[in-house]
């Protein structure tokens, strides 16, 4: 399974920033897995964004919520991440995978993107 992430690398503050990933290599309708967007800023720790499951049921992180939207081209196999009203806060590595469930409750993510750079400044 191979996952890339495309999009712009620049956003303005205010605008939304428009993430598209394209798996390969296995179906995004098939299996148990969770589709997920993961972002790292610089000198900080990975933030879980979200998921879109193979179901298509969406879950946000608390803090991103109400400015997060993801959505899924089955017939392209991609899925997709909307984050709305950035701040230059926003700035960081955006990466996509593919969760897991294992032991029950706990995520493990066995496929990721090599990342994306986005940028949110003026």
């Known amino acids: 399974v191979q996952l890339r992430e495309s999009g712009p690398g620049l956003v303005k503050p205010s605008q939304t920033l428009s993430l598209t990933c394209t798996v390969s290599?296995?179906?995004?309708?098939?299996?148990?897995?969770?589709w997920s967007w993961i972002r790292q800023s610089p000198g900080k720790g990975l933030q879980w964004i979200g998921y879109i499951a193979y179901s298509g049921v969406t879950r946000y992180s608390p803090s991103l919520k109400s400015r997060t939207s993801m959505s899924r081209d089955t017939s392209n196999n991609q899925f997709s991440l909307q984050l709305s009203s950035v701040t230059p806060e926003g700035t960081a590595v955006y990466y996509c995978?593919?969760?897991?469930?294992?032991?029950?409750?706990?995520?493990?993510?066995?496929?990721w993107g090599q990342g994306t750079q986005v940028t949110v400044s003026s």
């Open positions: 290599g296995g179906s995004i309708t098939t299996g148990i897995y969770y």
């Open positions: 995978a593919r969760g897991v469930i294992v032991a029950g409750f706990e995520t493990k993510y066995d496929y």
